[in-house]
T-cell receptor, first 115, second 109 residues
Framework: GAVVSQHPSRVICKSGTSVKIECRSL??????MFWYRQFPKKSLMLMAT?????????EQGVEKDKFLINHASLTLSTLTVTSAHPEDSSFYIC???????????FGSGTRLTVV | KQEVTQIPAALSVPEGENLVLNCSFT??????LQWFRQDPGKGLTSLLL???SQREQTSGRLNASLDKSSGRSTLYIAASQPGDSATYLC????????WGLGTSLAVNP
């Protein structure tokens, strides 16, 4: 089945640094990927839609300059958290449409802790 | 506005009980509905996927049903075990996915 690989699974970084999270579709091409974030005691919320070869579409309230999304190939989308702040500590997960089953396949998620 | 609601928010049951988790969605024009499991500090595990044309899916002790007309899905867990303790999330697939808050399940030995 369609597999999305997300790395790293956990990362701790210092305030002010940048962190890159990778999302790869391993056995299929994903022209569109989605990035979600989970706040404490909140549901997963869509941050942005990543489109291969074009600019990402950000949801209202998501800072484009802080959460840089790049979808340079049909199998890779990256989310870079720039100038990380403790409030950016969260669980981030990417997903892509499963071309075989029609549902969505998800990466395993990245737990980011900014200290 | 598309919203997904899960009831109850938390559930604690003794081992061996059969239980039902509920998910409701406001917009019935979904492509599919998925149930996931999230363990503390870990990622998501996909449990069941129901396409909009289907009414239910089964995997082992799990059975999920979908009623688009009423905007509801249920996840039935048979003979619950302590290892089933986790948060269960339902996600309605429109384009991107709209998530519920989850039901936190504790199965006590």
């Amino acid at each position: 089945g369609a597999v999305v690989s997300q790395h790293p699974s956990r990362v701790i970084c210092k305030s002010g640094t940048s962190v890159k999270i990778e999302c790869r579709s391993l056995d299929f091409q994903a022209t569109t990927m989605f990035w979600y974030r989970q706040f404490p005691k909140k549901s997963l919320m869509l941050m942005a839609t990543s489109n291969e070869g074009s600019k990402a579409t950000y949801e209202q309230g998501v800072e484009k300059d802080k959460f840089l999304i790049n979808h340079a190939s049909l199998t890779l989308s990256t989310l870079t958290v720039t100038s990380a702040h403790p409030e950016d500590s969260s669980f981030y997960i990417c997903s892509a449409r499963d071309p075989q089953k029609g549902g969505y396949t998800f990466g395993s998620g990245t737990r980011l802790t900014v200290v | 506005k598309q919203e997904v609601t899960q009831i109850p928010a938390a559930l604690s049951v003794p081992e061996g009980e059969n239980l039902v988790l509920n998910c409701s969605f406001t917009d019935s024009a979904i492509y599919n509905l998925q149930w996931f499991r999230q363990d503390p500090g870990k990622g998501l595990t996909s449990l069941l996927l129901i396409q909009s044309s289907q009414r239910e899916q089964t995997s082992g002790r799990l059975n999920a049903s979908l009623d688009k007309s009423s905007g509801r899905s249920t996840l039935y867990i048979a003979a619950s075990q302590p290892g089933d303790s986790a948060t269960y999330l339902c996600a309605a697939g429109y384009g991107p996915v709209i998530w519920g808050l989850g039901t936190s399940l504790a199965v006590n030995p």
